[in-house]
Every structure is written in structure tokens, then in C-alpha cells.
């Protein structure tokens, strides 16, 4: 049985996690950082430490992480801004995803908007308030049903043809809503949520890895039963050396190529304890193992 080696979380680099090409032509290291938690409390205003999330972010890249997902209803607008106040001008090779598509009415509201003419106000919003004068990859936060996707990603077309957006990705969608609005526009990406306990994104999944569509797992830790004290993720973990955290982590990355986990923090500690999860490496029966436990 191959055992794992557990680095110290300053020894790890993302690097470790391996690597994915998003649309073919942005590389990637497959562990990345989601900047969702450097806002306030219900996803809401500003952060309680401001400069402690700007260490976050400065961290995470110094570690390798060279591929942060964020929107601009974190906050809203704080998340963005943030980042672009922590790593503007980016080091070479760093990717910064956003999405529009949900507004904000208060701690933990949110309400698709897909109007084309609020997209493209949001996509202008995000340039600015990240420096970048082209988003690598824009998502569509959420499909309005009040508005058809053709023309939400109408606008969004034209501005990647204006060269405002590079790629383009969706979130929370089934395969039936990739398929539609892949005839609109190129889909490079999808972001759903989905972990080792939270399968209902199985099939996204699979169509993702066929078709080698980036697939953005939120909320990639799983908090269930197998996570659980005495569970079987715990229990695995405690025999490496490793958390449950790192475990779950480590299961994404092994589960498809196409997949990259985006786990949040707003502390400089758990980042690298995240990080630290692309030094993790389990043998193929201790992952039946946990598989057998899930089912």
C-alpha cells in the first residue's frame, strides 16, 4: 500500500495538485482559492480584518495558487476589489475568474438578475474593481428564468469579442443547460456544487470530464456524515496525519482531471492547510475505502 507523505503546509506547493489547461490555452494549477469568505458575515460588506484577507490572497499565490474564482455579489463588489488591491499587477500566470448573474438584497439574499444590460454594466464593474483590462473567465453566476440564456450570453458574446472576456463558463446548470447555451457561445467551464458527500452534480461531472469542460466544485469539503468525528474521512485522515479538509480536497483532484477545487478561506493558516492537500496521496484501496463509506 503506497502511504501518504504529510508536508508541512509551507513545504507544499500547489504546484503538487497538477495542472489543467481552461479552454486550452490557460494553465492552470488545479488547487486554487475561492474568494467568496474574505467578505463580511452572510457573504455580506466588508471583511472583520481587511488587511488579513489581503494576506490570504498574497499567500495563496505565493504557495502556487495561481487560479482565484470570486464574483461580484461577494460582498457585494468587496471581493473584487480586494483582490485587485492585494495583487494588482498580477504575477505572470495568474488567472482571475469572476462571475455576474446574482444580485444582493443583504447577508446571505440572493436574486438572479440576467438582464443583458445589467450583465454587461457588472462585466465594466468587475474590470475596474479587479485592474484587469480582460476577465481570463467570466461565469454566468446563475440562469435567470425570467430571461432566455441566449440573450443573457448575447451580451457576453460581444463583449468577448471586444475583448473584454476571454472565456466564458457557467454556474449551477445541468447538462441540458450547458447544451443550450453552448450553442450561443463557447462554455468553457462549469461551477457547481459538489463534494465527496454531495453527488446530485454527478452527471456535470462526467459530461465535464468527455468533453474536458473545467469543472469548479463549491463547497468541495465535505461536512456530512464522513466528516464527522469517528466518520470514515476522519478516520482515514487521523491515520496520515492529515484533516478531514485536506481529505476531502485530495479526493476532488483525484476523482477527475478536469476538476479544480476552489476551497475559501479568510485566514492565512487554512490556506496553506488547504494547499497542503495537493501532498496528499492515498492508494487506490484506501480511496474504495472511503468510496464504500460514502455509498
Given at each position: 500500500?503506497?502511504?501518504?507523505?504529510m508536508?508541512t503546509?509551507?513545504e507544499?506547493?500547489?504546484?503538487a495538485?497538477?495542472?489543467?489547461?481552461i479552454?486550452g490555452?490557460?494553465v492552470?494549477n488545479?488547487l486554487?482559492y475561492g474568494?467568496m469568505?474574505?467578505t463580511?458575515d452572510?457573504?455580506?460588506?466588508?471583511?472583520?480584518?481587511a488587511?488579513?484577507?489581503?494576506r490570504?490572497l498574497?499567500?495563496?499565490?505565493?504557495?502556487?495558487?495561481?487560479f482565484?474564482?470570486?464574483?461580484?455579489?461577494?460582498g457585494p463588489?468587496?471581493?473584487?476589489?480586494?483582490?485587485g488591491?492585494?495583487?494588482?499587477p498580477?504575477?505572470?500566470?495568474?488567472v482571475?475568474?469572476?462571475?455576474a448573474?446574482?444580485?444582493?438584497?443583504?447577508?446571505?439574499?440572493?436574486?438572479p438578475?440576467?438582464?443583458?444590460?445589467?450583465l454587461?454594466?457588472?462585466?465594466?464593474?468587475?474590470?475596474?474593481?479587479l485592474?484587469?483590462?480582460?476577465i481570463?473567465?467570466w461565469?454566468?453566476?446563475r440562469?435567470?428564468?425570467k430571461?432566455p440564456?441566449?440573450?443573457?450570453?448575447?451580451?457576453?458574446?460581444?463583449?468577448?469579442?471586444?475583448?473584454k472576456?476571454?472565456?466564458?463558463?457557467?454556474?449551477?446548470?445541468?447538462?441540458?443547460?450547458?447544451e443550450?447555451?453552448?450553442?450561443?457561445?463557447?462554455i468553457v467551464?462549469?461551477?457547481n456544487?459538489?463534494?465527496?458527500?454531495d453527488?446530485a452534480a454527478?452527471?456535470?461531472?462526467d459530461?465535464?470530464?468527455?468533453?474536458n469542460?473545467?469543472?469548479?466544485p463549491w463547497?468541495?469539503v465535505?461536512?456530512?456524515?464522513l466528516?464527522k468525528?469517528?466518520?470514515?474521512?476522519?478516520?482515514v485522515?487521523?491515520?496520515?496525519?492529515?484533516?478531514?479538509?485536506?481529505l476531502s480536497?485530495?479526493?476532488?483532484l483525484?476523482?477527475?482531471?478536469?476538476?479544480?477545487?476552489i476551497?475559501?478561506?479568510?485566514?492565512?493558516?487554512?490556506?496553506?492547510e488547504?494547499?497542503?492537500a495537493?501532498?496528499?496521496?492515498?492508494?487506490?484501496?484506501?480511496?474504495?475505502?472511503?468510496?464504500?463509506a460514502?455509498k
Amino acid at each position: 500500500m503506497r502511504m501518504i507523505f504529510m508536508a508541512t503546509a509551507t513545504e507544499v506547493n500547489a504546484k503538487a495538485s497538477g495542472t489543467f489547461s481552461i479552454g486550452g490555452d490557460l494553465v492552470v494549477n488545479r488547487l486554487g482559492y475561492g474568494a467568496m469568505r474574505i467578505t463580511g458575515d452572510g457573504i455580506w460588506g466588508e471583511p472583520k480584518d481587511a488587511a488579513e484577507s489581503k494576506r490570504v490572497l498574497q499567500r495563496a499565490v505565493e504557495l502556487g495558487v495561481n487560479f482565484i474564482d470570486t464574483a461580484d455579489s461577494y460582498g457585494p463588489n468587496v471581493s473584487e476589489r480586494l483582490i485587485g488591491e492585494a495583487l494588482a499587477p498580477y504575477a505572470k500566470g495568474v488567472v482571475i475568474a469572476t462571475k455576474a448573474g446574482l444580485t444582493r438584497q443583504g447577508p446571505n439574499q440572493w436574486l438572479p438578475v440576467g438582464r443583458p444590460e445589467y450583465l454587461q454594466q457588472q462585466v465594466e464593474m468587475s474590470l475596474r474593481r479587479l485592474k484587469l483590462e480582460r476577465i481570463d473567465l467570466w461565469q454566468l453566476h446563475r440562469i435567470d428564468a425570467k430571461v432566455p440564456v441566449e440573450e443573457s450570453l448575447g451580451i457576453i458574446k460581444k463583449l468577448q469579442e471586444q475583448g473584454k472576456i476571454k472565456h466564458v463558463g457557467l454556474s449551477e446548470v445541468s447538462v441540458k443547460e450547458i447544451e443550450q447555451a453552448r450553442k450561443t457561445i463557447e462554455i468553457v467551464s462549469v461551477q457547481n456544487k459538489y463534494n465527496i458527500e454531495d453527488r446530485a452534480a454527478e452527471d456535470v461531472v462526467d459530461y465535464c470530464t468527455k468533453h474536458n469542460l473545467a469543472f469548479i466544485p463549491w463547497f468541495p469539503v465535505a461536512a456530512g456524515k464522513l466528516a464527522k468525528p469517528g466518520g470514515k474521512l476522519d478516520e482515514v485522515a487521523k491515520r496520515h496525519g492529515a484533516t478531514v479538509s485536506q481529505l476531502s480536497l485530495a479526493w476532488l483532484l483525484q476523482r477527475s482531471p478536469v476538476i479544480l477545487p476552489i476551497p475559501g478561506t479568510s485566514s492565512v493558516k487554512h490556506v496553506e492547510e488547504n494547499i497542503a492537500a495537493a501532498g496528499v496521496t492515498l492508494s487506490e484501496a484506501e480511496w474504495a475505502e472511503i468510496e464504500s463509506a460514502a455509498k
